[in-house]
């Protein structure tokens, strides 16, 4: 049988605009974090999507948990540099199962975010598109920013062949992405010269042997970016 190359990772060298680091803190504890998230393409032209766990701090037993904090969202950011500003959450989205249960097979958020200086997000940055129901072995580029890849400071990519994660419903991927790649997007079709593809998934965990794991998305999903995509 043909050898089947596996996932490789590696600092993207012509960086998506429409891929950026978030920052916002949690009420709870206090503490700064940095996630993930991706500039989609909605008819507000103001979204992005992330992790749940980047915008709520999850529920337990149907107690809900706590929105996040200062969140703010830096496209194509490198080492400090912005070159398109910050653009501050207006808005949060995600599903009742990640709010009140902390369930990360809808571990999914979508942010509707304030147009900086007048100008949209994706008008600035242009915007993925969004798949859904496709078949879980897919050939995907995840895009983030890893802490465990120099420091976050830079984008990293890492293309290869998804499987289904175990008998449960996520995909997954052996990336070895930790914490900060938390919300990046998993892109069908990306497209080398503008940066953009189909997004078909998002960071959300990674195990002990490197195994990262994606929310499958489905008709929820694509309900979700429906009743958030038009709020501006």
């Known amino acids: ?16 605009s429409a891929v950026g680091k978030v920052y916002f803190r949690n009420p709870v504890n206090g503490g700064d974090y940095m996630c993930s998230a991706a500039a989609i393409n909605s008819p507000s ?3 992005v999507t992330t992790a749940g766990h980047c915008v709520n701090t999850g529920g337990v037993n149907g107690v809900a948990g706590h929105w996040m904090q200062n969140w ?19 808005e949060y989205r995600s599903f009742n199962g990640w709010i009140n249960s902390g369930d ?4 999914v958020a979508m942010v509707t975010t304030w147009p ?16 859904w129901n496709f078949s879980r ?31 449960g419903p996520k995909i997954a991927m052996h990336c070895d992405f930790g914490g900060g790649s938390s919300g990046g997007p998993w892109l069908r079709e990306l497209n080398d010269a503008n940066g953009l593809g189909s997004q078909n998934g998002v960071m959300s965990t990674i195990s002990s042997g490197g195994w990262n794991q994606s929310p499958y998305f489905d008709d929820p ?12």
């Open 104 to 107: 990360l097979t809808r571990d």
């Open 1 to 16: 049988p043909a050898d089947v190359p596996g996932p490789r990772a590696a600092p993207r060298v012509n960086e998506s």
């Open 116 to 131: 900086l200086n007048g100008a949209r997000v994706v008008d600035a940055t242009g915007g993925h598109g969004l798949s």
């Open 45 to 47: 032209k103001q979204m």
């Open 221 to 232: 999903v694509k309900a979700m970016f429906d009743a958030q995509g038009s709020i501006t």
């Open 137 to 167: 072995t897919q050939h995907m580029t995840v895009l983030g920013y890893p802490g465990n890849k120099d420091n976050g400071e830079l984008q990293w990519a890492c293309q290869g062949t998804t499987q289904q994660d175990g008998a």
């Open 72 to 90: 703010v969202y830096i496209p194509r950011y490198r080492s400090g540099a912005r070159p398109f500003g910050t653009y501050a959450a207006k």
